[in-house]
C-alpha cells in the first residue's frame, strides 16, 4: 500500500466565507499578504516536484518510498486563487505522485478553476476534493448542486460537515440530495461542551457511518507517522498538524519520508492526525492515501490475525508474549485475546456496507475461530494453515478446498526430536494431511540453519513440493502451492470478486504478496 503524504498550510489566512464561529472569516487579506502566500505555495511545489525528479522521471516512479500524495490544508479558502489550482496541477504531473488536492468550501468558480488546472497539465483523475459544508453561509440545496457538478466534471471528493445538533436537519437534508456514491462525514464539535446524546450519535452514525472514528480517542502512536509530514510555508516541518515541530526545515535538509517524527501529544484528537497515519484501518477505510477522506469500499477484506487482528506486544491492548507463543503452537487461552475497539467498529461498518471479510493466517481454522470469536460472526470464512485450507461462505453458498502435503516419511525428522527439542503436531481432514507444525518451546525460536537440516531430512523427491513457513518457535510444512495469497484468489474466483477491488493486511513476509494485491 503506498502512503506517503505531505500535508501543507501556507500563511494564508482568510476566507471569503464569514461563519460565525471562525477567526478566519474576520480578516482580509491584502495584496502583500496573497503575494507572499504565493510565493511561499510555488516554494514548495517546485521543491517538491524537484524531490521526486520532474513530471517525466519513470525511474523514480517506481521506487518504493517518498511522497506520493500532496494535500493543501489551509485556514482560509486556498481554491478561490489560481495559483492553488497551478501549483496542484505541476505536483499531479510528476509520475511518481498518485493524488493531489485541498481542503475547501467549495466556493470557487468550477469550469474556471478547472481550466487553470487543465492548462497547467493537471491530471484530472489525480484530483481530490474534500469539501465542507457550512450551513451559516450555503442551502444544502446549493451545496448538493455543486457536489454533483464538481462530481460530474470527473474530480472524485468527499463532503462533510461539522457534527453541531443544530444544524442536523441542514446536514440530513444536504445527505438526501446528494449522490450515494459521495461520502459525507462528520467532524465532531469541539465547542460542544458536552457529550453527544444517544439520539444525536445514532443520527451522526447514520448519516457518516465512520463517524465513531470522531467518538474514539486514538492514543497517539509515532511509530504510525513516519511516512507523512505537515509542512508549513516557511518550512518548518511537524508529523501532522497538531504534533509539536520537529529539528530541521524542509528547504534546508534533504528530506523525504522516514523523517524521524516527534509527536509530543498522547491523543490524535482530529481527523488529519488520526486519519494520515499508516495503520492498516486507516488504509483499508480510505485506501492508499487516507487523508483526503474518501473511502475505499472494497468488496472484500482479507486479514492477518497475530499481529494484525490480535496486537502483540502493542501499548494498545497486548497480547502476552507467552499467550502468543502457545496461540503458535496451536494452544489456547479463553479470553486473552482481544481486538482492540476501533478494530472491531471498522470490522461492523464494513460488514454493515456490504463487505465481505475474511481471516488469512498460519493458524489452523479451529484455533482461528476461537481467538476471534469476539468477532467470529463478521467473517465468511478465510485462508488457514498458511494457505492449505481454504473456506469461503456466503449467501448463495460455500466453497471449501484443502491443498495435500506430500512429505513422504517423517523418520529422518523425527530423529531429530530430541536434538533440536520440537515436538510434531499434524492437521487432516480426514485421512488427508494439509499441514505439519514443528513446536519447540517458548525461548526457542527456530534459527535458519535448523530449518536447513529439517529439509535435507527430507526425501529428496519431495523437496520441491512442499514449503516451509517459520514464525518464531513454529516451523510449518504445507504443500507449495498453499500460500495466502493463492487462498486470496480461489475465494475471490469463487466470489468473482476482482484482486483491484480487495483490501489486505498483514505484518509478515507471508503476508506480502497478498498485500499487494490491494
Avoid at 86 to 111: C, D
Avoid at 439 to 460: C, D, I, S, T, Y
Avoid at 499 to 516: T, V
Wanted: hydrophobic content about 35%.
Amino acid at each position: 500500500m503506498s502512503q506517503g503524504e505531505v500535508l501543507y498550510r501556507g500563511s494564508l489566512k482568510s476566507c471569503n466565507y464569514h461563519c460565525s464561529y471562525c477567526p478566519f472569516s474576520k480578516h482580509r487579506s491584502s495584496e502583500r499578504e496573497l503575494e507572499r502566500d504565493k510565493r511561499e505555495w510555488f516554494r514548495l511545489v517546485e521543491s517538491l516536484t524537484d524531490r521526486m525528479g520532474g513530471e517525466n522521471s519513470q525511474a523514480l516512479a517506481t521506487e518504493q518510498g517518498g511522497f506520493r500524495a500532496l494535500m493543501v490544508a489551509p485556514y482560509g479558502e486556498a481554491l478561490i486563487h489560481r495559483w492553488y489550482w497551478e501549483g496542484l496541477a505541476a505536483v499531479s504531473r510528476t509520475e511518481r505522485m498518485e493524488a493531489v488536492g485541498a481542503q475547501t468550501n467549495l466556493s470557487f468558480p468550477l469550469e474556471k478553476s478547472l481550466e487553470y488546472y487543465r492548462s497547467a497539465g493537471g491530471r484530472l483523475d489525480k484530483l481530490r476534493l474534500w469539501a465542507t459544508f457550512h450551513p451559516e453561509m450555503v442551502c444544502p440545496e446549493d451545496f448538493a448542486q455543486k457536489c454533483r457538478q464538481v462530481w460530474e466534471a470527473g474530480v472524485i471528493l468527499s463532503v462533510g460537515a461539522v457534527g453541531a445538533p443544530e444544524y442536523l436537519g441542514s446536514v440530513q437534508r444536504l445527505r438526501a440530495l446528494l449522490p450515494k456514491e459521495i461520502y459525507l462525514w462528520i467532524n465532531k464539535m469541539d465547542g460542544l461542551r458536552r457529550d453527544y446524546t444517544e439520539a444525536e450519535t445514532r443520527a451522526f452514525l447514520e448519516l457518516d457511518p465512520y463517524f465513531w472514528q470522531e467518538l474514539l480517542p486514538v492514543p497517539a502512536e509515532v511509530e504510525q507517522c513516519r511516512e507523512r509530514l505537515f509542512v508549513e510555508s516557511g518550512g518548518r516541518m511537524r508529523a501532522c498538524n497538531i504534533a509539536r515541530a520537529m529539528a530541521g526545515n524542509w528547504y534546508e535538509e534533504d528530506r523525504s519520508c522516514g523523517v524521524p517524527p516527534h509527536c509530543g501529544r498522547k491523543v490524535c484528537s482530529c481527523y488529519l492526525a488520526y486519519g494520515g497515519r499508516a495503520d492498516y484501518v486507516n488504509q483499508i477505510l480510505f485506501g492508499p492515501h487516507p487523508i483526503f477522506r474518501i473511502p475505499r469500499r472494497p468488496k472484500a477484506v482479507f486479514l492477518d490475525i497475530m499481529g494484525t487482528l490480535i496486537p502483540v506486544n502493542n501499548e494498545s491492548g497486548a497480547v502476552p508474549a507467552r499467550a502468543f507463543d502457545e496461540c503458535r503452537g496451536g494452544c489456547y487461552a479463553p479470553g486473552v485475546f482481544r481486538i482492540p475497539p476501533r478494530v472491531r467498529r471498522a470490522l461492523k461498518t464494513l460488514a454493515r456496507e456490504g463487505t465481505l471479510l475474511f481471516q488469512a493466517t498460519t493458524l489452523p481454522v479451529k484455533t482461528a475461530r476461537r481467538i476471534c470469536q469476539e468477532a467470529g460472526e463478521l467473517f465468511s470464512g478465510g485462508v488457514f494453515a498458511g494457505g492449505a485450507h481454504v473456506y469461503a461462505e456466503w449467501e448463495n453458498g460455500k466453497r471449501e478446498h484443502y491443498y495435500r502435503l506430500e512429505c513422504g516419511s517423517l523418520s529422518r525428522i523425527e530423529a531429530l526430536k530430541k536434538e533440536l527439542g520440537f515436538r510434531i503436531l499434524s492437521y487432516r481432514k480426514g485421512e488427508m494431511l494439509y499441514k505439519l507444525t514443528f513446536v519447540r518451546p517458548g525461548k526457542k525460536p527456530w534459527q535458519e540453519k535448523e530449518q536447513n537440516r529439517l529439509e535435507m531430512a527430507l526425501e529428496p523427491r519431495f523437496r520441491d513440493k512442499v514449503r516451509w513457513i517459520r514464525e518464531e518457535h513454529c516451523l510449518q510444512l504445507v504443500a507449495r502451492e498453499a500460500t495466502k495469497a493463492n487462498g486470496v484468489r480461489m475465494i475471490c474466483g469463487w466470489l468473482g470478486i476482482p484482486l483491484s477491488e480487495i483490501a489486505a493486511a498483514g505484518d509478515s513476509p507471508e503476508d506480502e504478496e497478498m498485500i499487494g494485491f490491494s
